[in-house]
């Protein structure tokens, strides 16, 4: 398949990225190189093969049972009191850009 | 009774390994203090020109180093790695120190929590000089695409020194650490560890926790220690690995003692060479180099040599780029200059704020990368791109199911070249990606692989054999890259 202009300014929509004209030029010639080369796993019929999205999907310790059984220990039982305590707010906010010591401040979204 | 006056002519940091620093802080022939402090120093005056450093966490080193020296102080028994001078590559967050994973996006983050596996080597006695350079997010084979400067090959200023760990690998390579933590999703452990000459292992996927690993492609993310000594990789290992509760995918699978079992025999042990990873592409030295190494494990190990077949290896280098990037494109959403890291300035509207930051943030090959990974998710091509490349996946596995039927490891180059010169790919960013061509694979089928030293081309730069094992089975891969190493020392 060929990436096309189009293809480039709605993937960087999607993507949240502001490319400059430079930027889009340089990535339509990089994305169509790359693609070109990945086209080459349509020589392989995968026509009854399973995706493998997770390594242990396929490797997990105990192989009889299913794959909710196998990860049963990774869950715990609902509880009210005795999580984690989470992030300090004022620990949280350390990073931010910008904050008024209570929210993350960003630009107005909506107009009044 | 402390040592008044340390010298440290009998101690050269260039050869210390895990054991022998910590031996020396343990019998009181140099106080932890001393030691890290020798490291800063040294790192100060030989660091300019490789730059495998890109933060010093000094007040932190020094205090660990104290409470070390104050357990010495009373004769008690050591930790593991009590006053172990170690590199951690900045894709691991780190409490209270500047954290970037090579990105201008996270300049200036201080993390409020410490990685899983930075604590537990803390908790070892272990002493954190600082953070190594990599390439963004740990996108790339060069460290090229560092938002803060290359790394220079210790062994050749003039070449690179692999990525996307090469700050730790060089750290290590020139003696300005006695070992690192490397993160490995495409190779990213294993070739800078062939690049500088040392040894790079990646664990299995699930065996070392990823929690605090700043995520490039989970599926794919694997956190392993760079180090001098296959010995030092073991014990390394048996510390970091094990089941977490702060990551879902670490496995409950019991961790063996590491150190224990590279001491056994490998004579019978059944070693597959593929022969895919010996055609086209491989430069004829780095064959040559790997073939002596297999012919060693033979003659002097008594390992049996079984060819074997990987059918599909040549597909590995495309699935990879098609899942990495997908993964990518979606643990990258992350970077919107709201809670943390940096913000594009002038942005009148919210949307705006958004596009300006990643754009300004993100460096060239990672843009590259979020926008291949969006468009192979995107609606019209998720089933020609990303599902076709899971299940080229499932057929990688299944080529390693089927070969480990038959032997107990299977032995391969890790790079098909030496390091490369500086700019050589950098305009190149496919020529780049084939870079990692032996190392991929091992990433899609969750594998553990360890990178060993086998020798150095004519013009002086160091080849890597790897070794690679079934799921779990790092006791394997660590015992014949462990064979190996004391064969060639021998000869």
């Known amino acids: 398949m060929k990436v096309t202009e189009a293809d480039v300014l709605r993937v960087a929509e999607l993507a949240n990225l502001e490319l400059t004209s430079e930027e889009r030029v340089r990535l339509l010639k990089d994305l169509n190189s790359i693609v070109g080369y990945v086209d080459r796993l349509n020589q392989l019929d995968t026509t009854d093969v399973p995706p493998m999205a997770q390594v242990s999907d396929r490797y997990g310790v105990d192989q009889a049972k299913t794959s909710s059984e196998r990860f049963a220990y990774a869950s715990r039982d609902d509880v009210l009191h005795g999580l984690r305590p989470s992030l300090e707010r004022q620990e949280a906010l350390k990073n931010a850009p910008q904050s008024d010591g209570e929210f993350f401040k960003v630009p107005k979204v909506i107009e009044k | ?491």
């Open chain 2, 1 to 491: 009774m402390r040592p008044e006056k340390i010298t440290l002519n009998y101690l050269d940091l260039n050869l210390l390994t895990i054991e022998s620093a910590r031996n020396a802080v343990q019998e009181r022939q140099i106080t932890a203090t001393a030691l890290a402090e020798s490291f800063f120093r040294k790192i100060q005056s030989e660091d300019g020109n490789i730059h495998a450093y890109l933060e010093l966490s000094k007040d932190r080193a020094l205090a660990q180093a104290a409470r070390m020296d104050a357990l010495a102080d009373k004769g008690e028994l050591l930790p593991p790695l009590a006053g172990v001078p170690l590199a951690i590559k900045d894709v691991m967050v780190t409490r209270g120190v500047r954290t970037t994973a090579g990105s201008k996006i996270l300049s200036n983050f201080v993390p409020a929590y410490d990685c899983t596996a930075v604590a537990r080597l803390e908790q070892a006695g272990a002493v954190l000089l600082g953070k190594t350079n990599c390439d963004e997010f740990a996108m790339g084979s060069s460290n090229e695409n560092s938002a803060f400067g290359t790394v220079c090959n210790p062994r050749d200023l003039s070449r690179v020194p692999g990525g996307s760990s090469g700050g730790s690998a060089a750290a290590v390579a020139a003696g300005n650490a006695v070992a690192a933590l490397g993160s490995d999703t495409g190779g990213s452990i294993r070739q800078p560890a062939a690049f500088c000459g040392v040894v790079g292992l990646m664990p299995t996927y699930g065996r070392v926790s990823r929690y605090g690993l700043i995520a490039f492609a989970s599926s794919l993310d694997h956190i392993g220690p760079i180090t001098r000594t296959v010995k030092d990789a073991a014990l390394l290992l048996r510390i970091i690995a094990g089941r977490d509760v702060m990551d879902s995918t670490s496995a409950e699978v019991p961790v063996s003692d590491y150190t224990q079992e590279i001491g056994r025999p490998v004579k019978g042990l059944r070693l597959g060479v593929p022969r895919e990873y010996f055609g086209e592409g491989l430069d004829p030295e780095v064959g040559a180099l790997v073939q002596t190494a297999i012919q060693s494990l033979a003659q002097k190990c008594g390992c049996e040599i079984v060819p074997v077949s990987l059918p599909h290896t040549e597909y590995a280098i495309p699935a990879y780029y098609l899942i990495a990037t997908a993964e990518a494109s979606s643990n990258l959403a992350r970077y919107d200059g709201v809670r943390y890291g940096f913000r594009a300035a002038e942005a009148g509207t919210l949307a705006e704020m958004y596009r300006r930051t990643r754009d300004q943030g993100f460096g060239a090959e990672v843009k590259r990368r979020i926008m291949l990974g969006t468009y192979a998710l995107s609606a019209g091509y998720y089933d020609a791109y990303y599902l076709k490349a899971q299940k080229v996946r499932t057929l990688l596995a299944r080529d390693f199911d089927q070969a480990f039927q038959n032997v107990d490891a299977i032995v391969t180059p890790t790079s098909p070249t030496p390091a490369f010169k500086l700019g050589e790919k950098a305009d190149d960013p496919l020529a780049m990606y084939l870079a990692d061509i032996f190392t991929v694979v091992a990433d899609l089928v969750g594998i553990p692989g360890i990178s060993v030293p086998c020798g150095q081309s004519r013009e002086g730069l160091p080849v890597g054999l790897q070794v690679l094992g079934k799921h779990f089975d790092e006791g394997t891969i660590l015992r014949v890259a462990h064979a190996y190493e004391h064969a060639r020392a021998a000869s």
